[in-house]
């Protein structure tokens, strides 16, 4: 009996040495790999402002229009010298390339009435939507790179007008390859969530366009 009682204790010592040893290299190893943070990628569009109705309408091109219009059309958006628009064919649309200057790189715009389809008006109550989406709806997650297809064939825009009803701005946009072209580096868009372009798309519908929304070539 008195010879169990020593080989127990050793056995007990040694068990906790053991014990020691495996929960000093598990420490030891926390140390040395740190695991990397992990980050979730949640898709789509959150609303992560709630700026008011005034302090959007500051934004430009809003701040300096006095009317807001949808249209849907075929070509290019160009704003003319004396604040009109009219429309150009982009390469995709261009069959025998007679429209191109002598450079190759310059398209001449093509005269109304060619290429206007649908023109809408905005109330006030759908600026508001419009302005919400664009500056209180951002990236519900970690920011993902979103490919985008290489053709761009737009066929939807939105117009501002000033008083005198000329056009100063406009946001040119492709929803078939979710693209977007802004004729001024001063219009901000706010953040490009997944989800942003199919919420205007939504808008655009709404208001009663329908070229380039529910139907197209």
């Given at each position: 009996m008195s010879s169990i009682r020593p080989r127990l204790s050793v056995l007990k010592m040694r068990l906790f040495v053991a014990f020691l040893f495996i929960a000093q290299s598990l420490s030891a190893q926390?140390?040395?790999?740190?695991?990397?943070?992990?980050?979730?990628?949640?898709e789509g569009c959150a609303k992560k402002t709630h700026f008011s109705f005034a302090s959007r309408i500051k934004h430009y091109p809003f701040n300096l229009?006095?009317?807001?219009?949808?249209?849907?059309?075929?070509?290019?958006?160009?704003?003319?010298?004396?604040?009109?628009?009219?429309f150009r064919l982009n390469p995709e649309q261009i069959g025998d390339g007679g429209?191109?200057?002598?450079d190759n790189?310059?398209?001449?715009?093509?005269?109304?009435?060619?290429?206007?389809?649908?023109?809408?008006?905005?109330?006030?109550?759908?600026?508001?939507?419009?302005?919400d989406i664009l500056y209180n709806y951002g990236y519900a997650g970690d920011i993902q790179v979103i490919s985008k297809t290489g053709c761009y064939i737009p066929r939807n825009a939105i117009l501002f007008r000033d008083n005198n009803g000329k056009v100063i701005a406009f946001i040119e946009i492709c929803f078939e390859c979710r693209n977007t072209r802004l004729s001024s580096e001063n219009i901000s868009l706010g953040e490009?969530?997944?989800?942003?372009?199919?919420?205007?798309?939504?808008?655009?519908?709404?208001?009663?366009?329908?070229?380039?929304i529910e139907s197209t070539p």
């Open positions: 926390k140390k040395l790999l740190p695991l990397p943070p992990r980050k979730v990628y949640i229009s006095a009317q807001v219009q949808l249209i849907s059309f075929d070509g290019l958006v160009k704003i003319t010298d004396d604040g009109e628009f009219t429209l191109l200057s002598d790189d310059t398209i001449k715009p093509i005269p109304i009435p060619v290429g206007m389809r649908e023109i809408r008006t905005m109330t006030l109550a759908q600026i508001d939507t419009l302005t490009h969530c997944q989800w942003k372009l199919d919420m205007l798309k939504a808008l655009f519908k709404k208001v009663g366009i329908k070229y380039g």
